[in-house]
């Protein structure tokens, strides 16, 4: 069984991994800003059990088809660029909504999902873990599992760290100009973290 020792140096990177910006943290900010921290919880299940999950896969050694063929690394890098490109632009022409005005649309369980899965810098990043992290074990599943465990729960912790920062922004930001500078700030921030990933995969 792996001591909470051994375990100490993976909490840290998860940490790191799940608390610095990238575009799933810049759309949880920019949900909770215009629909609230209630309606933007199921996207932040949703990213970390997705990302949790890639990790499993990629200690049960799915994860290595990335790393042996670069086409299929480079078409799902292409296919997120463009997704997020389109999302930044949906933010950056929204108009500004505070919690209590009119809501069209959260970023939703399913999407935030489906931006782990199809991002290969989340996958290459769960390939660092297991290669860094995941003991050598008569139970390599168990462990990695473990891993996964913990993965989600430091992840779920970050997250929810930045819906609720996405819901300070409207105590910040009182004025309609500044929330619809503040939205579009955010989606070209989403713009380059998005397109910045395609360049270094």
Not at 30 to 40: C, D, I, P
Request: some cysteine; proline content about 5%; overall charge positive.
């Amino acid at each position: 069984m792996t001591t909470f020792a051994n375990t100490l140096p993976f909490l840290l990177f998860a940490f790191v991994a799940s608390i610095t910006p990238g575009p799933t943290n810049i759309l949880i900010l920019a949900s909770s800003q215009r629909f609230g921290v209630e309606a933007t919880l199921p996207a932040v299940v949703g990213a970390c059990l997705s990302a949790s999950l890639i990790v499993f896969i990629s200690g049960a050694g799915a994860g290595e088809i990335l790393r042996d063929y670069p086409l299929v690394r480079e078409v799902m890098s292409w296919a997120g660029a463009l997704w997020l490109s389109w999302m930044s632009w949906q933010i950056f022409r929204a108009p500004a909504t505070h919690l209590n005005g009119e809501a069209q649309r959260p970023f939703s369980s399913q999407a935030a999902a489906t931006l782990q899965l199809i991002n290969p810098k989340t996958w290459m990043m769960a390939l660092a873990v297991v290669s860094l992290f995941a003991p050598h074990s008569a139970h390599p599943l168990r462990e990695v599992s473990l891993l996964s465990l913990w993965f989600l729960i430091i992840s779920l912790l970050c997250l929810s760290a930045w819906t609720l920062l996405g819901k300070a922004v409207n105590r910040w930001f009182r004025t309609t100009t500044s929330l619809v500078w503040f939205q579009r700030v955010m989606a070209l921030c989403l713009l380059i973290s998005a397109w910045a990933g395609l360049l270094e995969a």
